[in-house]
């Protein structure tokens, strides 16, 4: 350690993410001058083993104000870390850890532990003079992630006008990251064009995708093959869709209910209906097919299709290393979502990353549906080399700030720039 590295302060304050609530942003200073800042985003729909943000509660702001979280960074967060080194993440991140002392983050609030955390990667990566990519991965982070980018918004995201939280496209086509982008653009804007001439078109969702009005959930994905074909492009070859079933919002015991459609499933039935749209659409990837107190249903969905679908293990995995371990000895899941809010530290997912990959598990770096300007995820996914991210739409700046940071990154690597591509979806493509 040296003392320029050492962190001479550190101040929160509260801003407003992208949908008008309030969040956490912490900036570390260090004795060098270097200054690092970082916001942390909140998520809509939520695993019950998800570290606790704090929240105020009350009337003011819905309850949601982070006074206290702000105030615990300021008072004992900050006088716990005055003096260590900004550039040792994990001694730094056991410290907050430690600090807090609870087992799911409620004492402190994992949104306050996350904003510190993230700020002083940044403040990090300043002092020695790099960017967080090549920081948090060396030389070697040349991996430019595929995207996962939403079109239609649907669940907790789009008032529940349809069950299906997220119907994303990636383009295991593409030759680079920029290419993908410019194929989901076009994607995209048909979209929104198809439901306009349609007169089923009422804004976007949280994250940004059309809030279309469907009769059914398939009928979305059919949509979404016609606004891929409009956009000239080749579906399951070019552009393949993805899913976040996001299960948990409507099943609970294995029962499941489709308020759309007004059908009631148990897990084999909702398995029975997934498999079906694996057979009938170019899908790729599948998060949350069932609830996530449903391991059991998990581990034959996987079992059924795992060989050529990606599974993708978000409220039933929250980020955890020791729910990744577990899912591998069950056979449920072959993906994790890596949403560092659901663990409170930067360290405790790179953890669960790291167990993933042992394990052979793919991974996907995430943004919440509240969110920010804040580029963090970014950062992670290309240094962690994780090869892939899902932000959001292709709309709204708190997700464009992330899809053209990516960019920047790919045009200032160069030559050395990789594009994760179709590999990482394993055997389903061709």
Request: aromatic fraction near 6%.
């Amino acid at each position: 350690m040296t003392n320029e590295s050492q962190i001479s302060d550190v101040h929160a304050r509260r801003v407003w993410d992208s949908r008008g609530r309030p969040t956490v942003e912490a900036e570390v200073s260090l004795r060098s001058g270097a200054l690092g800042r970082a916001i942390v985003p909140a998520g809509a729909s939520k695993g019950r083993r998800e570290a606790l943000e704090l929240r105020d509660g009350g009337e003011r702001h819905g309850g949601l104000d982070v006074g206290r979280a702000v105030a615990n960074v300021n008072g004992e967060i900050r006088r716990a870390v005055l003096g260590m080194a900004a550039d040792d993440q994990e001694e730094l991140d056991e410290h907050l850890i430690a600090l807090d002392g609870s087992p799911n983050r409620d004492r402190l609030g994992a949104n306050a532990l996350l904003a510190v955390s993230m700020a002083a990667a940044h403040a990090a990566a300043s002092i020695h003079g790099v960017p967080l990519y090549q920081y948090l991965g060396g030389v070697g982070a040349t991996l430019l992630p595929m995207p996962q980018i939403q079109i239609f918004g649907g669940g907790a995201h789009a008032g529940r006008r349809v069950d299906i939280q997220d119907f994303m496209v990636v383009c295991p086509g593409a030759a680079s990251f920029a290419q993908a982008l410019e194929w989901t653009a076009e994607v995209y804007r048909h979209a929104g064009r198809l439901m306009a001439d349609r007169g089923s078109q009422f804004g976007v969702a949280d994250e940004g995708g059309w809030w279309p009005a469907f009769d059914t959930n398939e009928d979305a994905l059919a949509a979404l093959v016609a606004a891929i074909e409009r956009a000239g492009l080749v579906p399951g070859e070019q552009v393949a869709i993805a899913l976040d079933i996001a299960a948990s919002e409507f099943g609970r015991n294995g029962r499941y209910t489709l308020g759309l459609e007004q059908r009631q499933f148990d897990s084999d039935g909702l398995i029975e209906l997934l498999l079906r749209w694996c057979d009938k659409f170019p899908i790729v990837s599948i998060e949350d097919p069932l609830a996530e107190d449903d391991g059991e249903g998990f581990a034959r969905f996987t079992a059924a299709i795992g060989d050529r679908v990606q599974v993708v293990g978000d409220d039933f995995l929250v980020s955890s290393a020791a729910l990744v371990r577990e899912s591998a000895v069950a056979g449920a899941a072959n993906t994790v979502l890596l949403k560092p809010n659901q663990r409170g530290t930067l360290t405790e997912t790179l953890r669960c990353w790291e167990a993933a990959r042992e394990l052979g598990f793919g991974g996907i770096v995430s943004a919440r549906s509240g969110e920010s300007e804040d580029t963090t995820i970014v950062h992670l996914a290309i240094g962690w080399q994780v090869g892939q991210l899902k932000v959001g739409a292709f709309a709204r700046g708190e997700r464009m700030a992330k899809w053209n940071e990516a960019l920047r990154i790919e045009e200032r690597l160069g030559a050395r720039a990789r594009f994760a591509g179709a590999g990482v979806f394993g055997r389903n493509i061709a």
